[in-house]
Each structure stands twice: as structure tokens, then as C-alpha cells.
């Protein structure tokens, strides 16, 4: 089978939107989390496959899109990319032959360069850089993290490093020297606000003014603060049958995030809103969609508020592309502020995806290779962004917020017009 049939068996098998399952066909969320994690379902899933009249579990879903549409497919992107959200260690560990592989990936899909975000400055930092720069130094730009735990207990909160005094001070040091060694941003991850723990046990809070400092450094250092706050609204409501992501969660209800242990979204948003508005002189992406992908017209008022605030698309197309019309007028109107990102390195075809949904009005297509779809029962429709919105998503504002970027794509465009030229 070759890779083009493949993609197409992957779109056959595509889930339909929940709203099109039939109750009577299918035992919806009849199985509910407990039931799945503590006991097995009394008949095996074999004789739960919907045939001759026999109930369907959820998981064993997979409608065939019966749809015959056009098809625009891409297999790169129309113009150079900057990937501004991946994860070059925690993906590829530090394996060289993966690395040059998905450094092919990128040449065959036009992705100039990848900002990976996963320089701990724990000392990581320094490994990352070797890995990535001894061989591609002009097609990565990195992130470092703040060392939090420091040599601190992982399960011991009051032992870590960010709980001394003068932390937010050293780290802001530690971000001068890195700056000065290349580094082109922070990262911070979700774990900040939603794991995170002070000495007495409540969480930390993602506003905390102790870390005032390492904010307002990055602003100092000329470098945009990428951060992670909260997580996808069905995440953060009860693993029931009216959540939207049930099948995810009940996959993973590690990832769930509802209840009295966990701050609500929206103090967590709240909360991250709070430090881009103290800081108006440090710029701020709001991974994921500033994680509000749900709430289009939300964020657009956040970005009308926070001039400093900017947002980027990874592992969001499924939520954009399930609400394309709005999603088009919403990326157009803040096209100046919107990064391209996508979470991977994933397999190539996820990319192939990325470009279909910003490039074409296709209709009706699977937002992941992956079956069932990793985040949410549904399928998207592309947004045909008019080129000057493509240029400025895929490359421009990149190029014109991150130290590094600017210079990389000019050598990639150079490169790539010298091979077409005679
Ligand atoms: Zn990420």
C-alpha cells in the first residue's frame, strides 16, 4: 500500500461527529470511567459490536465517512514554516538518526525551522543545544525551562529551589547567560499552576509575585515568554456523558482536571491574563490558543486588551477547524499576533493535515492520523487563509517576535531559491 492509500484508508476511518451516533446503537458512556478502570464490561467486545441488533461500545466506533468530496491534499506547506511549538527532547529523546530523519520531514514540507521548548536550565539546556546545534544550528531555535525543583525532592514541595528566596533573581541571571549562549525564549508548562506546590501544600499560583523577576527579565532580554496555563475546557468538566471529550478521557483520566483539587479555567486563565498585564513590556504567547481555542470570541478580546499577548495554533486545529467559519475571521482579523505551532514532532501526515486545514475549504477530514481522533469524536473543515495571512502565520510574525528565527528563514528562502535556480 503505498503511503498516499494509506492516508486515504486513515480519512475512511474517520469518526464522525458524536452528534450523529445514535443512542440506541451504541451503550454512550454506559460504561462510565469507574466501570471501565475497575471492572470489565460483563460481555467481551466481541459480542458488543452493534451487529444483528447487539449493542456498541464507544471505543469500538469507527464509521466510515461516506462523503465524496474534492480533495485538495498538501504535502508541504505553501510557504516556509516556523514551527514555533515542538518538543525535540521529550519526543525524540536523543536519538541522532531521529533527529535527521524529521530534519527530512522538514525539508519535504517546506518547515524551515522548529523552536523546540525543552532547555531546562537544569542543565538539559546545554545537552539540548549540543544535540540540536552540532549538526542543525540553523534549523532550530530553543526555549529554556525554569528549574523549579532545583535539587529539591521531587515529593518534598518545601525542599525545592523556587521556594528559597532570591530564586526568581538567580533564574533571571541564568536566562542572561543562556540569552547570551543563543536561547530565544521560555517555556513554561502547565504543570505551573495546575502541580506545582508551595511548602504548605496549596498549589502555586501562576500570578505569584515572587516570580515577578523572571517576567519581567524576558522582557529585559528581549525574549517572548511561550506559556502553557489550563488545558481544554472538557478537561476541566465532569468525565460524564455530556463531555465532549469522554472518549479521550476515559482513555486518559489522568488528564482531567475537574474537581476540588484543581483551581477552576478560569481563575487559571485569569491568572495568566493578570502577569501579561503586569508586564506589558514582555512579550507573551499563549500556547495552544492561549488554551481558550473553545471561546474564539474571548480570546480575540484578550488580544485586543493585551497588546504584549500573542497565541499559537499547536494541537489546536481540531478545535479551530470544527468552527471554521468563525475561526477564519477570527485568525484573518488577528493575523499580526498568530504563530504557527503544532506540539510534534508528529508523523508526517499530521503535518500534511496542518496545511490542508490552513490552505483549503476541504470539508469534512480528519484533524490527526491517529484512530479513534485523539481529541474529540469529531472532524474539521479548512479555513483558506488568503496568502498574506499563510506568510504572516507560517513565517512572518515568528520571524519579527523571536530572536534566531529571522535569520534562519532568510537562509532557508536563499538555500531553496539557489537549488531552483539553473
Ligand atoms: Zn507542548
Known amino acids: 500500500m503505498n503511503p498516499h492509500d494509506k492516508h486515504k484508508q486513515f480519512h475512511?476511518?474517520?469518526?464522525?461527529?458524536?452528534?450523529?451516533?445514535?443512542?440506541?446503537t451504541i451503550l454512550f458512556g454506559f460504561f462510565a470511567l469507574g466501570g471501565v478502570l475497575q471492572a470489565q464490561p460483563?460481555?467481551?467486545?466481541?459480542?458488543?459490536?452493534?451487529?444483528?441488533?447487539?449493542?456498541?461500545l464507544l471505543k469500538n466506533f469507527r464509521p466510515k465517512n461516506q462523503l465524496r468530496l474534492t480533495e485538495h491534499r498538501r504535502r508541504k506547506?505553501?510557504?516556509?514554516?516556523?514551527?514555533?511549538?515542538?518538543?525535540?527532547?521529550?519526543?525524540?529523546?536523543s536519538s541522532e538518526q531521529a533527529l535527521d530523519d524529521y530534519v527530512a520531514v522538514m525539508d519535504r514540507n517546506n518547515i524551515a525551522l522548529c523552536a523546540s521548548l525543552d532547555g531546562n536550565l537544569n542543565g538539559r539546556l546545554s545537552e539540548h543545544m549540543g544535540f540540536l546545534w552540532n549538526r542543525y544550528r540553523d534549523r532550530f531555535v530553543i526555549f529554556a525551562n525554569i528549574d523549579w525543583r532545583g535539587d529539591g525532592r521531587e515529593d518534598d514541595p518545601a525542599s525545592w529551589a523556587c521556594h528559597r528566596a532570591g530564586f526568581a533573581q538567580r533564574t533571571a541571571q541564568q536566562l542572561a547567560v543562556a540569552v547570551e549562549k543563543g536561547v530565544s525564549g521560555l517555556k513554561v508548562f502547565k504543570r505551573f499552576g495546575l502541580e506545582y506546590r508551595n511548602p504548605d501544600g496549596s498549589l502555586m499560583a501562576v500570578d505569584d509575585p515572587r516570580f515577578d523577576p523572571i517576567w519581567q527579565a524576558c522582557g529585559k532580554l528581549g525574549i517572548?515568554?511561550?506559556?502553557?496555563?489550563?488545558?481544554?475546557?472538557a478537561f476541566f468538566e465532569p468525565i460524564d456523558e455530556f463531555?465532549?471529550?469522554?472518549?479521550?478521557?476515559?482513555?486518559?483520566?489522568?488528564w482531567s482536571f475537574h474537581g476540588d483539587d484543581y483551581p477552576s479555567r478560569k481563575h487559571l486563565l485569569a491568572a495568566r491574563n493578570r502577569i501579561v498585564a503586569k508586564h506589558p513590556k514582555t512579550q507573551f504567547i499563549?500556547?495552544?490558543?492561549?488554551?481558550?481555542?473553545?471561546?474564539?470570541?474571548?480570546?480575540?478580546?484578550?488580544?485586543d486588551l493585551y497588546p504584549n499577548l500573542w497565541i499559537e495554533t499547536a494541537s489546536r486545529i481540531s478545535e479551530l477547524g470544527r468552527q471554521?467559519?468563525?475561526?477564519?475571521?477570527?485568525?484573518?482579523?488577528?493575523?499580526?499576533?498568530?504563530?504557527?505551532?503544532?506540539?510534534?514532532?508528529?508523523?508526517?501526515?499530521?503535518?500534511?493535515?496542518?496545511?490542508?486545514?490552513?490552505?483549503?475549504?476541504?470539508?469534512?477530514?480528519?484533524?490527526?492520523?491517529k484512530v479513534?481522533?485523539?481529541?474529540?469524536?469529531?472532524?474539521?473543515?479548512?479555513?483558506?487563509?488568503?496568502?498574506?495571512?499563510?506568510?504572516?502565520?507560517?513565517?512572518?510574525?515568528?520571524?519579527?517576535?523571536?530572536?534566531?528565527?529571522?535569520?534562519?528563514?532568510?537562509?532557508f528562502r536563499a538555500a531553496r531559491e539557489s537549488k531552483v535556480k539553473p
Not at 325 to 353: Q, V
Open 12 to 24: 475512511r476511518f474517520i469518526v464522525a461527529k458524536l452528534g450523529q451516533i445514535t443512542g440506541q
Open 42 to 56: 460483563p460481555a467481551g467486545p466481541e459480542l458488543l459490536d452493534g451487529r444483528a441488533g447487539r449493542e456498541l
Open 77 to 93: 506547506a505553501a510557504f516556509p514554516v516556523v514551527d514555533v511549538h515542538t518538543h525535540f527532547f521529550f519526543k525524540l529523546r
Open 224 to 233: 517572548p515568554v511561550i506559556i502553557h496555563t489550563a488545558d481544554p475546557a
Open 243 to 254: 463531555n465532549e471529550r469522554w472518549e479521550e478521557l476515559s482513555r486518559h483520566p489522568d
Open 286 to 303: 499563549g500556547a495552544h490558543v492561549a488554551n481558550n481555542p473553545e471561546d474564539l470570541a474571548t480570546v480575540g478580546k484578550w488580544l
Open 324 to 369: 471554521p467559519y468563525t475561526a477564519r475571521k477570527f485568525l484573518i482579523r488577528y493575523s499580526d499576533r498568530i504563530l504557527f505551532g503544532t506540539d510534534g514532532p508528529w508523523p508526517e501526515p499530521r503535518l500534511h493535515i496542518n496545511w490542508r486545514f490552513f490552505e483549503t475549504a476541504d470539508e469534512s477530514f480528519a484533524y490527526s492520523e
Open 372 to 411: 479513534p481522533p485523539p481529541q474529540g469524536m469529531w472532524q474539521i473543515h479548512g479555513v483558506h487563509l488568503p496568502d498574506h495571512v499563510l506568510r504572516k502565520l507560517y513565517f512572518e510574525n515568528a520571524s519579527r517576535l523571536i530572536p534566531g528565527v529571522k535569520e534562519r528563514v532568510m537562509k
